[in-house]
């Protein structure tokens, strides 16, 4: 089952795309996660997308394609994956699928978790993300079990740089103008599905669920 989450900057993706990973066993392939965590390692790439990253702005199309690609070619995507970030724009989605028809195959569904503007601001001031492990919280919705702490490993949970509510603002519009035209793509392709991104995390799983099947 290969699998593309769609939806504004703190929509849920990610906290909908982690389930579905353990759900169905196939890997949750985040490029935002990916570039956090070359960031935190200092390496050339995470160097180059952090200066995107902290302006709210795409990081260029080139960078994040190849890595993507070369990422759904390793041996843990052989049953599927579902790609969190990925694609952005419209190029983007073109090089996957031009990828994935080298290979004779193609993406199966394109889940919007659909979320009005005026919720994500909010949503984004209260979450608290482990640059460790990836992990998600949120301080009122799906608080961690000891304060600032991740559940997962441990490590202290902080406050995304890119998460500052001017820079979300930026993120929205740039979300708007790049990553919306998506929605039209895949539901020209038959494969655009539709949650609703404002009920409980638990009820938004349980939609999904229902569409991709037990
Ligand atoms: P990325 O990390 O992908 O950020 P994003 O798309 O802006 O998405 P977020 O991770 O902010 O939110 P989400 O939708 O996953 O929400 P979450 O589940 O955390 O990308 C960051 C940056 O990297 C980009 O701006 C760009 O610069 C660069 N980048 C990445 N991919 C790229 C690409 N392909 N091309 C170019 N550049 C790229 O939930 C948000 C909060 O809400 C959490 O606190 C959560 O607990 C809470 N929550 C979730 N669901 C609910 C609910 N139903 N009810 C209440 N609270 C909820």
């Given amino acids: 089952m290969k699998i593309i989450m769609l939806g504004a900057p703190g929509a849920g993706k990610g906290t909908q795309a982690k389930q579905i990973a353990e759900k169905y066993h196939i890997p949750h392939i985040s490029t935002g996660d990916i570039f956090r965590a070359n960031i935190k390692n200092g390496t050339q790439l995470g160097k180059e997308a952090k200066k995107y990253m902290d302006q709210g702005m795409l990081v260029p199309d080139e960078l994040t394609t190849n890595l993507l690609v070369d990422r759904i070619k390793n041996a843990d995507c052989e049953n599927g994956y579902v790609l969190d970030g990925f694609p952005r724009t419209i190029p983007q989605a073109e090089c996957l699928d031009q990828a ?8 199966d569904y394109a889940i919007n ?12 001031s209260g979450r608290r993300a482990c640059l460790s492990c990836g992990a998600t919280y949120h301080i009122q919705y799906h608080p961690p079990k000891a304060d ?8 202290q949970l902080v406050l995304r740089d890119d998460d500052k509510p001017e820079t979300v603002k930026k993120r929205l ?3 708007h103008g790049q990553t919306q035209p998506l929605m039209d793509y895949y539901a020209a392709k038959n494969i655009l599905i539709q949650v609703d991104g404002t009920q409980d995390i638990e009820k938004v799983f349980a939609d999904i669920v229902q ?3 037990e």
């Fill in 173 to 175: 519009e740039v979300y």
């Fill in 148 to 155: 600032n702490t991740c559940d997962v490993c441990g490590s």
């Fill in 113 to 124: 978790v659909d979320v009005p503007d005026e919720n994500i601001i909010r949503r984004m």
């Fill in 211 to 213: 569409v991709l099947g």
């Fill in 100 to 107: 994935l028809a080298k290979m004779d195959d193609a993406v």
